[in-house]
Nanobody, 121 residues
């Protein structure tokens, strides 16, 4: 089994900062891309940022310049640092990882349980 466990969500004022963390655990052979997605009420889930195993990153246009994704391949973790937060950043944030389990020949997509981020004064 593979699990993704997120932490770090909460309530923050506009202009504030937040760091989300996600740790993958279980029977893991390799992790390909890792990333963060978010889903606001009444909206579709959208990609916030992804990072490959070699460190190549991709960001949603609306968060570029104020968000940084990073990962620690030795610890199987991925973090999302968000600054200058806006009310429109309010959403449930989900960790995602493409993982090859021990004994498998192909990768599968895994999701965390989600963590709420609320930006409000």
């Amino acid at each position: 089994q593979v699990q993704l466990v997120e932490s770090g969500g909460g309530l923050v004022q506009p202009g504030g900062s937040l760091r989300l963390s996600c740790a993958a655990s279980g029977s893991i052979f390799a992790i390909n891309a890792m990333g963060w997605y978010r889903q606001a009420p009444g909206k579709q889930r959208e990609l916030v940022a992804t990072i490959t195993s070699s460190g190549r990153t991709n960001y949603l246009d609306s968060v570029k310049g104020r968000t940084t994704i990073s990962r620690d391949n030795a610890r199987n973790t991925v973090d999302l640092e968000m600054n200058s937060l806006k009310p429109e950043d309010t959403a449930v944030y989900y960790c995602n990882a493409v993982i090859v389990r021990n004994g498998d020949y192909s990768a599968n997509n895994y999701w965390g349980q989600g963590t709420q981020v609320t930006v409000s004064s």
